[in-house]
């Protein structure tokens, strides 16, 4: 049986038109385009046929995250001068790029407003890391501080607490300060406390910040981990483009000359065959 570039595509198509996901079958097919690329290589067959065909590639998951627009919409729907604790909250949230169990977990002092530092003490991996915090983050909370936190005598550590005076909970930071933002807001996707996190790293990376500074940031092991947040820049940057450039807008011209795809060698080689039947 000969196997050529035809019989490569009628495989591939083959696997794609199977009821499971193209992950699923990618690396059978990634398996047998290396053999014959082996063999070609060892002079074991004439010619790869697997040689012009695709491999799907993994779909690199995206994090969800806020447009710079939308979280000046969400703070600007909390005013510190009514709601301090939220603003606040939220300010640090996504200033300092924290976990929100980070967030929750604040002391008094593991912040120097002065500085404008945070300490992170037993974040996950239980690594410790400093961050910094933005000027009107550190404002708002030294405002909270002084004007609005009362604390249990059991919480008297925490910095940030409920009305009743015990440490924020995740949910109760979610219930009590994220969705009631976004309801202001009028934000209809799907916003997590984790989504300021996001945002935050893919702001900076948008403005120019360097990888490794916001991998420092986030606290991640591995510079992999941080990556994935460029993959969005490219994203929105497009849209700034198609939004901004004047070239964008002018009239498409009626004719475009396609591309030529250059032939494969198996074409070649038919056309040769071809010829020397005649």
């Known amino acids: ?120 003490r037993q974040g996950k991996g239980r690594k410790d890391r400093v961050v910094p915090v933005g000027r009107i983050a550190s404002t708002l909370t030294r405002r909270y501080i002084a004007e609005v936190r009362i604390a249990a005598p059991s919480q008297r550590d925490a910095l940030f607490v409920s009305d009743i005076g015990q440490r924020f909970t995740i949910d109760h930071l979610r219930k009590r300060v994220l969705l009631p933002a976004l309801k202001r807001a009028e934000i209809q996707k799907h916003v997590t406390m984790h989504v300021f996190r996001h945002s935050c790293a893919i702001h900076l990376l948008e403005n120019g910040a360097d990888v490794r500074y916001v991998q420092v940031l986030l606290g991640h092991a591995k510079l992999t981990t941080t990556q994935k947040y460029t993959n969005v820049v490219p994203i929105e940057l497009k849209k700034v483009h198609t939004r901004s450039h004047p070239a964008e807008h002018q009239t498409m011209p009626e004719e475009i000359t396609p591309t030529r795809i250059p032939p494969s060698k198996w074409d070649a080689r038919r056309g040769g065959q071809q010829d020397d039947a005649e």
């Open 1 to 120: 049986m000969s196997i050529d570039d035809e019989t490569a595509r009628d495989y591939r198509q083959h696997l794609a038109a199977q009821p499971i996901g193209k992950m699923t079958w990618a690396p059978q097919l990634h398996t047998i385009k290396h053999f014959f690329a082996w063999a070609h290589r060892e002079d074991l067959v004439l010619l790869d046929p697997f040689e012009r065909i695709d491999i799907p590639r993994r779909e690199q998951t995206l994090p969800p995250y806020l447009t710079q627009a939308e979280v000046k919409t969400i703070l600007a729907a909390t005013p510190a001068e009514e709601m301090l604790l939220d603003r606040a909250i939220l300010e640090v949230l996504y200033s300092s790029a924290l976990r929100i169990s980070e967030l929750a977990a604040l002391n008094l002092n593991d912040v120097d407003l002065t500085e404008g530092v945070i300490f992170i």
